[in-house]
């Protein structure tokens, strides 16, 4: 683990050099005890897929005093680190259809598979949260069975539904805003990934540390619980 400044308020913690889903219980637990100590310092924590960068005021600290309290609390965090199988799980209602999943039939003739052996890949594996980002509370998840990763598109579409549940190369993400995509899509959800009224930080559904699960639902349940059809 490395720390070092990145800029007059910012420092770095590089946890390694490749992803790895042993890191993310490692950085959730860093991310938790400089919230809990440094909050009277900090701005905003950013964490990543090996890192996490750590914004202060630099009105009340120095970076070389934040480079040694960082090192030191991360420190301690990382020796008491949960594993990963211990975090919150997060179980995600999907509605798999080809009326939604826009790539479904065609990523699974591509797989030389059925639809419904793609979603039972999809859905026969819990999900580490690696990172927020693109959107707000868009959750970056992984890893895939890497018998359905699969590229993203070339040229991505000018608009992807609310609650879409993407993949892309060995990750899979629902997008919890409409926004334009190249992720293959399988599938939606009725379930509100990112609400921005909620001011008790936890606006996202998802964070970093998470695990997710899939559970395939029915067009029946996807509309009782709110789904939409036209997004």
């Given amino acids: 683990m490395q720390v070092r400044a990145v800029s007059e308020n910012a420092v770095l913690?590089?946890?390694g050099q490749q992803i790895d889903e042993a890191l993310i219980p490692v950085i959730a637990a860093a991310t938790n005890t400089l919230t809990e100590q440094l909050s009277s310092v900090l701005?905003?924590?950013i964490p990543s897929y090996t890192t996490l960068l750590c914004i202060y005021d630099y009105n009340q600290v120095d970076s070389h005093w934040m480079i040694r309290t960082v090192q030191r609390l991360v420190d301690a965090s990382i020796a008491s680190a949960?594993?990963?199988?211990s975090g919150r799980l997060?179980?995600?209602p999907v509605w798999y259809d080809p009326s939604v999943g826009y790539d479904l039939e065609a990523l699974a003739d591509s797989k030389a598979m059925s639809v419904i052996?793609?979603?039972e890949l999809h859905?026969?594996?819990d999900y580490q949260?690696?990172?927020?980002?693109?959107?707000p509370g868009f959750a970056f998840l992984g890893r895939l069975d890497e018998r359905i990763a699969t590229p993203r598109h070339e040229s991505p579409r000018k608009s992807v539904a609310r609650g879409s549940v993407g993949i892309a190369d060995a990750q899979t993400a629902v997008y919890p805003l409409p926004s334009p995509g190249g992720w293959?899509?399988?599938g939606r959800t009725p379930q509100p990934m990112f609400d921005a009224s909620n001011r008790d930080g936890h606006a996202s559904l998802l964070h970093v540390g998470d695990r997710v699960r899939f559970v395939p639902i029915d067009r029946s349940e996807f509309l009782t619980r709110g789904g939409r059809l036209d997004d």
Wanted: hydrophobic residues 60%; glycine residues 6%.
């Fill in 82 to 85: 949960v594993l990963a199988e």
């Fill in 123 to 125: 859905t026969g594996r």
């Fill in 117 to 119: 052996d793609l979603i």
């Fill in 13 to 15: 913690i590089e946890f």
């Fill in 43 to 45: 701005i905003d924590l």
């Fill in 90 to 92: 997060v179980e995600i």
């Fill in 129 to 135: 949260v690696f990172a927020i980002g693109f959107n």
């Fill in 184 to 186: 293959n899509i399988v």
